[in-house]
């Protein structure tokens, strides 16, 4: 039952990977200019064990270090853009009905709802592909884009998928404490795991 070549073997095999990954990438993130190469390092590691290659530590921080360089400033202008929509949807939201609300305070939420979803969106493309290439930043946000675009139902899905558990903590803070023990065991890297599958999808159709 617990031979190695086992399916029992290799599932609990894969489940302590997925949680050991998810630590390391918390942890790699505590700095949070740091979170564009973690994420990029945990993207590489999950693929790696889709793939059934090599998934040691020494991958996780050779990634993480080789790439931080590279991510620094997408994931600071990430950080910056958040920051800025977080701020005014809560401003035009806390200021409603007041004499300080902003005339069409509704529709400039949804506009900036909007950016986020397709800052989400390149995201989930971006920093994978970094992972995975050695092109510049600029070329791989183009392609981030077009992958973005021509695959928009499965993007809409990472959208989701990605965004899900900070929608939680940022609408939700009780239920995210309760489950706090799963995010930090594995969620991420579950996450991770379905932005893995989704584009090597997406990328199988332009490599045939």
């Given at each position: 039952?617990?031979?190695?070549?086992?399916?029992?073997?290799?599932?609990?095999s894969?489940?302590?990977?997925?949680?050991?990954?998810?630590?390391?990438?918390?942890?790699?993130?505590?700095?949070?200019v740091?979170?564009?190469?973690?994420?990029a390092?945990l993207?590489?590691?999950?693929?790696?064990?889709?793939?059934?290659?090599?998934?040691?530590?020494?991958?996780?921080?050779?990634?993480?270090?080789?790439?931080?360089?590279?991510?620094?400033?997408?994931?600071?202008?990430?950080?910056?853009?958040?920051?800025?929509?977080?701020?005014?949807?809560?401003?035009?939201?806390?200021?409603?009905?007041?004499a300080?609300?902003?005339?069409?305070?509704?529709?400039?939420?949804?506009l900036?709802?909007?950016v986020?979803v397709?800052?989400?969106?390149?995201s989930?493309?971006?920093?994978?592909?970094?992972?995975?290439?050695?092109?510049?930043?600029?070329?791989?946000?183009?392609?981030?884009?077009?992958l973005?675009?021509?695959?928009?139902?499965?993007?809409?899905?990472?959208?989701?998928?990605?965004?899900?558990?900070?929608?939680?903590?940022?609408?939700?803070?009780?239920?995210?404490?309760?489950?706090l023990?799963?995010?930090?065991?594995?969620?991420?890297?579950?996450?991770?795991?379905a932005?893995?599958?989704?584009?090597?999808?997406?990328?199988?159709?332009?490599?045939?």
């Amino acid at each position: 039952m617990f031979k190695p070549d086992s399916f029992l073997f290799k599932m609990l095999s894969t489940m302590f990977n997925l949680i050991m990954y998810n630590v390391l990438f918390i942890i790699c993130c505590i700095p949070l200019v740091t979170a564009g190469a973690s994420w990029a390092a945990l993207y590489q590691m999950i693929s790696n064990v889709i793939e059934d290659s090599s998934s040691s530590l020494e991958v996780f921080f050779s990634t993480f270090a080789g790439k931080l360089k590279k991510t620094l400033l997408p994931w600071s202008v990430v950080l910056v853009m958040t920051a800025l929509i977080l701020t005014d949807y809560l401003f035009i939201t806390n200021t409603a009905g007041s004499a300080a609300a902003i005339p069409g305070g509704t529709y400039i939420q949804v506009l900036l709802v909007f950016v986020f979803v397709v800052v989400i969106a390149l995201s989930s493309y971006l920093f994978p592909l970094i992972a995975m290439n050695d092109q510049p930043v600029k070329q791989l946000l183009a392609y981030s884009f077009y992958l973005a675009v021509s695959n928009l139902p499965l993007t809409i899905l990472m959208v989701i998928l990605n965004a899900a558990p900070f929608a939680v903590l940022f609408f939700f803070p009780q239920i995210a404490a309760f489950y706090l023990p799963v995010w930090g065991l594995i969620v991420f890297s579950l996450v991770t795991y379905a932005d893995a599958m989704i584009i090597k999808h997406c990328l199988a159709k332009y490599n045939q």
